[in-house]
């Protein structure tokens, strides 16, 4: 019995987690997405946007170090989790019948292994400047690192331009799923909540790749650039 509840509430404990590292990462997609609009205000905006969060080197470390712990546990747990669930099945199932399961809510494993993908291949990019080290490094007038214009070459690059546009496709299946599970997670299964948050998921979804992908586009079709 003691090990039954034990059962119960790890598993609940870990949805709990699992539903609040997952709304502190999309607060930081929304932000992130936020910030970079500033594309669209030109490049001394942008720049002058990036160079202020590295003038605060101990602010930033501490948020970066946090992502990277929030991620680390969102990640870990989800896999445990979903390593239990399928242990705990008596016998596999012959026939899955997806009546009711969204696309976003059946590919949540391989829509979070793509994001994490992206996100690493996005960190190379645009933070160390692995794939394009020359326009990385280039500076603006004011002696600023020129993130305008390294955002504006990139995005005139048609494969960059697909990858990106296949990352917040994934980013919008897995975000739309994840935000309604976490928030009715939390909603502790009030009906009116439930109905809610449903709707939330998607919607808050759709904001994040809609603002992200106008960047793109409006790069790659030359209504933004240097
Ligand atoms: C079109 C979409 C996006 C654009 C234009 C963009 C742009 C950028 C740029 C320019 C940087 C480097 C900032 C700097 O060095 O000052 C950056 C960093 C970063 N981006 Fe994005 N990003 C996009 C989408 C995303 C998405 C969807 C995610 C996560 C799901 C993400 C996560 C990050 C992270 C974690 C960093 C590192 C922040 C840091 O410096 O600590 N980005 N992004």
């Given amino acids: 019995m003691i090990r039954f509840f034990g059962h119960i509430?790890?598993?609940?404990g870990?949805?709990?987690?699992?539903?609040l590292s997952g709304l502190a990462l999309a607060g930081f997609v929304v932000f992130h997405m936020l910030g970079n609009l500033q594309v669209f205000q030109g490049q001394e905006a942008?720049?002058?946007y990036a160079a202020l969060l590295r003038e605060m080197p101990m602010a930033l470390w501490s948020v970066r170090l946090t992502l990277l712990a929030i991620v680390a546990l969102h990640i870990g747990l989800s896999v445990r989790l979903a390593?239990?669930?399928q242990r705990a099945r008596p016998v596999r199932y012959v026939a899955r019948h997806y009546r009711h399961a969204s696309v976003a809510s059946r590919t949540m494993a391989l829509t979070?292994?793509?994001?994490?993908?992206?996100?690493?291949f996005?960190?190379?990019?645009?933070?160390?400047?692995v794939v394009d080290p020359a326009a990385h490094n280039r500076l603006d007038v004011r002696g600023h690192r020129d993130v305008f214009g390294n955002i504006v070459h990139a995005f005139q690059n048609p494969v960059l331009v697909l990858i990106y546009l296949i990352g917040q496709a994934v980013l919008g299946l897995h975000l739309s799923h994840a935000l309604s599970s976490s928030l009715q997670a939390l909603?502790?299964?009030?009906?009116?909540?439930d109905r809610l948050f449903r709707g939330a998921g998607p919607l808050i979804a759709i904001l994040g790749v809609?603002?992200?992908?106008?960047i793109v586009l409006a790069i790659a079709f030359g209504l933004v650039h240097t």
């Fill in 9 to 12: 509430l790890t598993s609940l």
């Fill in 112 to 120: 979070g292994s793509l994001l994490l993908l992206f996100i690493v």
């Fill in 122 to 129: 996005h960190l190379l990019h645009l933070t160390a400047g």
């Fill in 14 to 19: 870990s949805k709990v987690l699992i539903a």
């Fill in 46 to 48: 942008l720049n002058s």
């Fill in 210 to 214: 809609v603002g992200n992908t106008a």
């Fill in 187 to 193: 909603g502790m299964g009030h009906p009116m909540l």
């Fill in 83 to 85: 390593v239990h669930n």
